[in-house]
């Protein structure tokens, strides 16, 4: 343990329960949010969010493959993040830790719960070749709230993903990389993180936020606001009512975090 | 807190109304060499918990000089499942393992313990839906046995929508086919929560519904974790 943080904590701390932030922001006010698409030509869907300095870039890459046999007329869905040492000066390149991997899986579940993708759509021959979609998440810059940028940036490559037409001939699949056609979404899908100080309920948590939180719970919510996914982390617990004013604010915010995605 | 029952009683597949829990049996101090352990059967889940520890570390890095960490390793057996399971962790077992550990962490009085660690074993013997809440459940008489300082013993539940309607502690086939599912912990004392997910599309008021009623079998829950407690440790039990 470091002496620093826990000064750091007690202050940051102290302000919060006098109902400030350190940056100045308000509780439930997220830090400047950007996104750029189609950043990557040889990605079929890409995009680059940033929430303050929090870097996301989500790549979409895709290709023919067989069905899992439990679902055999549904395309394929794989999120997968790399949180990469360039990031944080903490991070250390090897095999994805537990916070890597549970980023990734609840992005994934936000994502596929909501109904965005519809897999079916992706099928091309029953039992044998469907489309899989794989969505990875490069973190290349940490400062707080990987879940919401991440969400963002995923969301947002879906959004401007094209697929080549394929046919069918005699059982062949026939690719025509000369027409492309958008990915069909029926919906989007946001991520609001709170994290718990104090007593209280913080949106969008600065890394210095980050690393002093009680509690921490991301809220997935779909376009016509409803809730697909959440996911509580921390080290302490949280009240019922922590729960659902995090929830309200969430479905709320949802429509901000759209405005910005469809902009 | 009123529930409106919809579909009446009987629309489960296994004929539980919509907040009965599954059979329940936990025997806790079924392993010798462990420091404190557990064994728990829910409908068809089996599952083994093991605690070892306070107990210094190798990995170093991993200790804290002002406080005592858990570490929590949640493992399926590859014949727990219809399909054989892959030997070894993936990326599930890996998020599991780490919101367990999340979970029963609020419950533990580890600044007792600086520069040690708490090694939790939870083994799925066999799995029939809802085994992280019931892993944890487990995890936590482990824990007790352990006689590791706690103010709580941590119990996990999970309600969820099946068929447009809430219903608790979901099973295999509820929860492959259901529309959301949404597991909790609490420390039944206070009504903390420890852990909370939520996998699928529920309305605000769904979500309230579905964590009171998950709540509600926390409690349940709790009576026979503290009873399986006391048949170990008193003898006129």
């Known amino acids: 343990m470091n002496i620093i943080p826990e000064i750091t904590r007690e202050s940051i701390t102290q302000i919060i329960n006098d109902g400030e932030r350190v940056d100045g922001r308000t509780f439930d006010q997220y830090r400047g949010i950007q996104i750029e698409t189609d950043i990557i030509s040889k990605a079929e869907g890409s995009a680059r969010a940033k929430i303050g300095y929090t870097q996301v870039i989500a790549g979409v890459k895709v290709s023919i493959g067989e069905p899992f046999p439990d679902t055999p007329n549904l395309g394929v869905l794989i999120t997968n993040t790399e949180v990469l040492p360039i990031a944080d000066p903490s991070f250390e390149p090897g095999p994805p830790n537990e916070d890597s991997v549970e980023l990734a899986r609840v992005v994934d579940r936000a994502i596929r719960e909501s109904g965005m993708i519809d897999l079916e759509k992706l099928c091309i021959e029953e039992g044998r070749k469907v489309w899989m979609l794989f969505v990875d998440l490069h973190i290349i810059d940490y400062d707080g709230n990987l879940f919401d940028t991440a969400t963002l940036a995923a969301v947002s490559a879906l959004l401007n993903t094209k697929l080549p037409k394929t046919t069918l001939d005699d059982g062949e699949v026939i690719i025509n990389d000369e027409i492309k056609e958008e990915l069909v979404l029926n919906n989007k899908v946001t991520m609001s993180t709170f994290v718990k100080i104090g007593d209280k309920m913080v949106l969008d948590p600065s890394l210095e936020e980050e690393t002093i939180l009680d509690g921490r719970l991301s809220v997935g919510v779909t376009e016509s606001g409803k809730i697909c996914a959440m996911q509580k982390g921390g080290d302490k617990s949280l009240l019922k009512e922590d729960i659902f004013e995090a929830v309200n604010m969430a479905i709320s915010k949802s429509k901000e975090l759209i405005k910005e995605i469809d902009s | ?237």
């Open chain 2, 1 to 237: 807190m009123v529930f409106i029952i919809i579909n009446g009683e009987g629309s489960r597949g296994d004929g539980r109304s919509f907040n009965e829990l599954r059979s329940l049996k936990i025997e806790s101090g079924v392993l010798k060499r462990a420091d404190g352990s557990a064994y728990l059967e829910m409908g068809g889940n089996k599952i083994l918990a093991a605690v070892y520890g306070p107990r210094e570390s190798f990995i170093k890095r991993l200790l804290k000089p002002n406080t005592g960490v858990i570490r929590c390793k949640y493992n399926m057996a590859p014949f727990s499942v219809d399909d054989r399971k892959r030997p070894g962790p993936d990326r599930r077992s890996i998020e599991i393992s780490k919101i367990t550990a999340e979970a029963l962490r609020p419950s533990l009085l580890l600044e007792n313990f600086p520069h040690s660690m708490i090694d939790v074993s939870i083994e799925i013997i066999e799995a029939e839906g809802g085994t992280r809440c019931a892993g944890i459940t487990a995890a936590a008489v482990a824990l007790a046995d352990a006689g590791i300082p706690m103010k709580d013993i941590v119990v996990g539940c999970a309600a969820g929508k099946v068929n447009d309607e809430i219903v608790l502690d979901l099973s295999e086939k509820e929860d492959k086919e259901g529309q959301s599912d949404v597991p909790i912990a609490i420390m039944p004392r206070t009504n903390e929560i420890t852990l909370l997910q939520t996998d699928g599309i529920l309305t605000e008021d769904e979500l309230k519904l579905a964590i009171d009623l998950a709540i509600d079998g926390c409690h349940e829950i709790s009576k026979i974790q503290k009873d399986a407690l006391k048949k170990r440790y008193l003898s006129n039990f």
